[in-house]
C-alpha cells in the first residue's frame, strides 16, 4: 500500500519560484545631434537679432518724430511779415492786427481762389484762455461763400466795438462768427471763446487798417 503523499500548494510554489519585477529606472533624455544643436543655435541667434533690429527701427522712427511739446505748441507765427508777402499779391492791404502779447499766432496765409473763386487772407491765434480767435480778409465775399466760412451759421444780431458795428453769427452749438466792412474789404472773425476776446481781435483790426489808411 502506497503512503498518501502530500499536498504541494500550487500557489506556494508559484510565489517560489517567480522572479521579482525589475525596479523602474530613470528615464533617458532625448539628446540632440550636433546638426540638430546647431540648426537649434542658429534659430535663437536669428530670433534675437529680429527683435534687435526691429527695436533698432521703433527707436529711429521716435527720434525722428519727436513728441509734442509746450515749446512746439508755443512756436509763433510772424503775421506782418506775412502780410506784407501777401498785400503783394492780394491787391488790398492785408491786415496785420497788434494782438495782445499773451496771444499766439498759430497761422498766417494767403489763400487763392479755389472753386468758389474767393481769394482771401487769414490768420489765427490761440488766446490767453487757449480759445482759437481768427480772421478772413477779402474783396470778393458773397453770401454764399460767408455762410459756408461760418458753417450756416444763424444771424442772431450786432455789436458795437469802438463805434464800428459787427453782424453777429451764433449757432446753436460751434464757433461764433462776426462779420462787416472795412476799408473797402470784408473781414469775417471766428472765434471758440467768449465774446469779449472776439471784440479785443476785432478791435485791433480795426486800428491796424485805420493806421495802415493814414499811412497811405
Known amino acids: 500500500m502506497t503512503s498518501p503523499q502530500p499536498e504541494t500548494d500550487p500557489a506556494a510554489g508559484s510565489a517560489d519560484s517567480s522572479v521579482p519585477s525589475p525596479a523602474p529606472g530613470p528615464v533617458p533624455k532625448p539628446r540632440l545631434t550636433q546638426?540638430?544643436?546647431?540648426?537649434?543655435?542658429?534659430?535663437?541667434?536669428?530670433?534675437?537679432?529680429?527683435?534687435?533690429?526691429?527695436?533698432?527701427?521703433?527707436?529711429?522712427?521716435?527720434?525722428?518724430?519727436?513728441s509734442s511739446t509746450e515749446e512746439t505748441y508755443e512756436?509763433?507765427?510772424?503775421?506782418?511779415?506775412?502780410?506784407?508777402?501777401?498785400?503783394?499779391?492780394?491787391?488790398?492791404?492785408?491786415?496785420?492786427p497788434r494782438v495782445p502779447a499773451d496771444w499766439n499766432a498759430t497761422f498766417a496765409r494767403w489763400n487763392g481762389a479755389g472753386v468758389d473763386q474767393v481769394e482771401f487772407w487769414e490768420a489765427g491765434y490761440v488766446t490767453a484762455g487757449d480759445d482759437f480767435a481768427g480772421f478772413k480778409q477779402t474783396v470778393q465775399a458773397n453770401p454764399t461763400w460767408l455762410s459756408q466760412q461760418m458753417d450756416n451759421a444763424p444771424l442772431t444780431g450786432t455789436r458795437s466795438v469802438d463805434g464800428t458795428t459787427w453782424d453777429l453769427y451764433e449757432p446753436a452749438d460751434g464757433d461764433r462768427h462776426m462779420v462787416t466792412e472795412l476799408d473797402g474789404t470784408t473781414i469775417l472773425i471766428t472765434g471758440s471763446g467768449d465774446l469779449a476776446a472776439m471784440d479785443t481781435l476785432a478791435a485791433a483790426i480795426q486800428d491796424s487798417i485805420h493806421d495802415s489808411a493814414e499811412d497811405n
Open 35 to 66: 546638426k540638430q544643436a546647431k540648426r537649434a543655435g542658429q534659430s535663437a541667434r536669428a530670433m534675437v537679432i529680429s527683435v534687435l533690429a526691429t527695436l533698432a527701427i521703433a527707436l529711429l522712427v521716435v527720434f525722428m518724430n519727436p
Open 75 to 96: 512756436r509763433t507765427v510772424d503775421v506782418t511779415a506775412t502780410a506784407e508777402q501777401a498785400s503783394a499779391t492780394a491787391g488790398f492791404s492785408a491786415v496785420a
